[in-house]
């Protein structure tokens, strides 16, 4: 049995038909709760499903999203969710996911000025606590997807010449049906 990804401290997750998740390096069953933890510790792992063998980690990852979302303390806003929704199937979707990342990334980076900044703001005043505690819950958001993002980005696959030239040959595709789509709202 493979414990974990050759080398890269990946955790296997298998998820079998019953819904349980079996935790390869344990050798037991978990919850999603512990993956979220998992995440928030900075562990990567990668989720499949034992019987086809298909990553579905993006899936549990979003599974577990919706969990945290309906506990009550929610941190995608509606007038956020609708402006995603609205990007399925837009020319600029395989955009989103670059752009939502860089975002991320850049938050986490400057994060500690942005506390330092609100702390400063609020220094003194009754806000001063409530300043505190909201910074205190952004962190833990902003780790949870930065640990994500690297989750799904730490072991890419060796890359062959055949799939850059896929790659390259997709990336042409695209770029040829945004130009058509540009020259019709042109013409």
Do not use: C, W
């Not at 837009?90 to 000025?113: K, T």
């Amino acid at each position: 049995m493979v414990k974990s990804a050759e080398g890269s401290g990946t955790v296997i997750i298998k998820k079998y038909a019953n819904r349980r998740l079996y935790n390869t390096e344990l050798s037991s069953y978990i919850t999603l709760d512990h993956l979220a933890q998992m995440t928030r510790d900075g562990r990567d792992f990668k989720v499949i499903d034992a019987k086809t063998e298909e990553d579905i980690t993006h899936n549990i990852l979003t599974q577990i999203i919706m969990e945290e979302e309906n506990r009550g303390q929610t941190m995608l806003p509606v007038p956020f969710l609708r402006q995603l929704i609205s990007l399925y199937g837009d020319s600029m979707q395989a955009m989103v996911p670059q752009y939502l990342e860089a975002s991320m990334d850049a938050f986490r980076r400057n994060q500690s000025q942005f506390r330092q900044a609100m702390e400063g703001a609020f220094a003194g005043g009754p806000f001063a606590e409530i300043a505190r505690r909201n910074m205190d819950m952004l962190e833990a958001a902003a780790s949870a997807f930065q640990t994500q993002a690297k989750a799904g980005a730490a072991t890419p696959p060796p890359a062959s010449a055949a799939s850059k030239d896929d790659d390259i040959a997709a990336l042409k595709a695209q770029l040829a049906n945004l130009q058509s789509k540009l020259d019709k709202l042109v013409d």
